[in-house]
């Protein structure tokens, strides 16, 4: 199957600073890439949706500012936390869905710790 | 709304078969995936159905009837590695619409 990266793996900051997640269709074009978190033992969260040259549309209850998210091109997404808080530290996971065949990939995910 | 219900949990033994099924009232329909997801990583592609009828992937093979608004996921000659989470989730509008997850399905498979 296709592969979506995802960097870093895991992170540590510091509360209050920012950090930032790439997430890259590694062989196919991707038409839209989708930002989840996940907290332990729950269910996968939208966060928000992005297309390639377009502001990203955002999951109610997200902050568009405190999750700043670019898509710079077809394979390439990031998702940028801003002033961390320790309630941040989650799961992070990125998607990309290829048109043709339809088919959507989940990214490794990348474990956010605040300190 | 949206509502997709699968089993909580479910258990089977090694080499055995196993169906887990999934059904779903949402506002529109555009297709249905299946993920596995073990624990701590990432949900891991399995299928997608958006024809009624029998998809077939080595051991994993997936049913969609549109109409009944119902998928299920058959897992033959289940082997230990295969205890994980398995998701249901559904495309409801559009090519770029979000996944509609289901709560997903604990499956245990024991010697």
């Known amino acids: 199957g296709a592969v979506v990266s995802q960097h870093p793996s895991r992170v540590i900051c510091k509360s209050g600073t920012s950090v930032k997640i790439e997430c890259r269709s590694l062989d196919f074009q991707a038409t839209t890439m989708f930002w989840y978190r996940q907290f332990p033992k729950q269910s996968l969260m939208l966060m928000a949706t992005?297309?390639?040259?377009?502001?990203?549309?955002?999951e109610q209850g997200v902050e568009k500012d405190k999750f700043l998210i670019n898509h710079a091109s077809l394979t390439l997404s990031t998702l940028t936390v801003t002033s961390a808080h320790p309630e941040d530290s989650s799961f992070y996971i990125c998607?990309?869905?290829?048109?043709?065949?339809?088919?959507?990939?989940f990214g490794p995910g990348t474990r956010l710790t605040v300190t | 709304g949206q509502n997709i219900d699968q089993p909580t949990e479910m258990t089977a033994t090694e080499g055995a078969i196993v169906q887990i099924n999934c059904t779903y009232q949402t506002s529109g329909f555009n297709g249905l995936f299946w993920y596995q997801q073990h624990a701590g990583e990432a949900p891991t592609f399995l299928s997608y159905n958006v024809l009624d009828g029998l998809e077939e992937k080595g051991r994993f093979s997936s049913f969609l009837s549109r109409s009944k608004g119902y998928s299920y996921l058959l897992l033959k000659e289940l082997q230990m590695k295969d205890s994980a989470s398995y998701l249901c989730?559904?495309?409801?509008?559009?090519?770029?619409?979000?996944?509609?997850f289901g709560k997903g399905t604990k499956l245990s498979v024991k010697p």
């Open positions: 998607s990309a869905r290829r048109a043709s065949p339809t088919e959507q990939y």
């Open positions: 992005s297309n390639e040259g377009s502001k990203a549309t955002y």
């Open positions: 989730a559904v495309i409801t509008r559009g090519s770029q619409g979000n996944l509609i």
